[in-house]
């Protein structure tokens, strides 16, 4: 087996700790992953807390998600991040969250969410200014990550493969990038963008 290169791995455990800092991987909650250059990904490990990630908390798995080490387990949602790196050739970093904005509000609202007049609707591709709108999918959670993965799927092929993200119902957020500060990026500025929705519904008359 190819050792995975040491800079993917501090990227992912820092990502790790940047997304612990605000509250966004409670628990063992959450999951990272970035593609290699030889069509690997290196993703988390189950089980451990993604604001102190070991150096050996991060596994080799190939782009159908099976590990490289068959006595290694990687997270439960890996399908989910290889159903992204197949879809996008230029994704190479996924981020999987469960902040209380995100997984508060895909409990209030049907099968999508739109988020419009926000500045930060920049940091998604195509929108130069906040005169925009983006509709972010929401989508019931499954145990069964197979069927959760066909939902996903089933929603790019509908038209939201132009949305580098989604929400889970109950669950979190997914978000990618062409790199790992690009999905960080994306990731901190959809979360404010969430934030400021919920706390909209809760001043509301």
């Known amino acids: 087996m190819t050792p995975l290169p040491g800079a993917a791995v501090e990227a992912i455990r820092a990502a790790g700790r940047r997304m612990d800092a605000r509250g966004w991987v409670p628990a063992t909650a959450g999951n990272i992953s970035f593609r290699l250059s030889d069509g690997r ?12 990630i070991p150096e050996d ?3 080799a798995v190939d782009l159908d ?5 068959a006595a290694l387990r990687p997270s439960a949602e890996t399908g989910l991040h290889c159903s992204v790196f197949r879809r996008f050739p230029e994704a190479r970093a ?12 895909s409990r209030l609202v049907g099968d999508g969410i739109t988020l419009a007049g926000y500045e930060l609707l920049k940091a998604f591709p195509g929108l130069p200014t906040h005169e925009a709108a983006i509709r972010l999918p929401v ?8 069927c959760l993965q066909a939902r996903v799927e089933h929603a790019w092929d509908a038209g939201a493969a132009t949305i580098p993200g989604y929400l889970i119902r109950g669950h979190g957020v997914y978000v990618w990038g062409a790199d790992m500060p ?4 994306r990731l901190e500025a959809l979360e404010f963008m969430l934030a ?10």
């Open 41 to 52: 990904v290196a993703i988390t490990r189950s089980g451990f807390h993604k604001g102190f």
């Open 57 to 59: 908390g991060v596994m």
């Open 65 to 69: 998600g099976r590990p490289e080490d």
């Open 94 to 105: 996924v981020l999987h969250g469960h902040s209380v904005a995100a997984t508060t509000l």
């Open 139 to 146: 989508l019931d959670n499954d145990q069964d990550i197979a």
């Open 182 to 185: 690009g999905a960080l990026l």
């Open 196 to 205: 400021c929705e919920l706390e909209l519904r809760r001043l509301r008359p």
